[in-house]
């Protein structure tokens, strides 16, 4: 249990260490908002999300075999029942960590579309949507919005925002900005890969 504990701590240092570099990040971000520093930023917090999720994935498949090996060594030694609510309790802390970490990654990637929008609310609520729930896809599904994204940023020319890479932008995959057109509206794109 101690090894869980040390990584509980971890995690939550680890929590504050990217809630510090992300704020660090958007400001540079909104002082030059230019497709490479989306683009990097964006990067950064895609791959937060994606070792956040792959975590928490493998915690929940664990669940069963460690409630298994748990009960025999309880069976084995009765005395260790005494710890047991403290070892859930701390496994649990851990889950909700890692959930935490999600939510700060989700929120830096929000902060990053409020900047590229110019923080006009009557553009990013039309493309909010309460009922859907974006989750970052996995494997080629992930391939086709990175792309397109790269592609329009080496262009030079457009702003290109992974909407799941937000909480609040769930219309598309991608929202995309004319640089060189500021009164043309977003647009949403929907990217199909195979």
Known sequence: MDALVRELAFITHRNEEIAHGGCFALEQLRAACTPAAL??????????IRYTMDRLKQIRSRRRQRSERIAARVRRNPNLRRKLNAHHNVLKARENAFRHQQQILL???DA???IVLRYDHRVIMPLADPEQNHILPTEIGLVGPIVIANRAHESGEFLVIENDLTNTLKIGDLTVIALNEPLCPPIAVEVKTS
């Not at 683009?39 to 937060?48: K, L, P, V």
């Open 39 to 48: 683009q990097t930023t964006q990067d950064e917090i895609r791959s937060g």
């Open 107 to 109: 929120q830096l990637g």
């Open 112 to 114: 990053c579309a409020w």
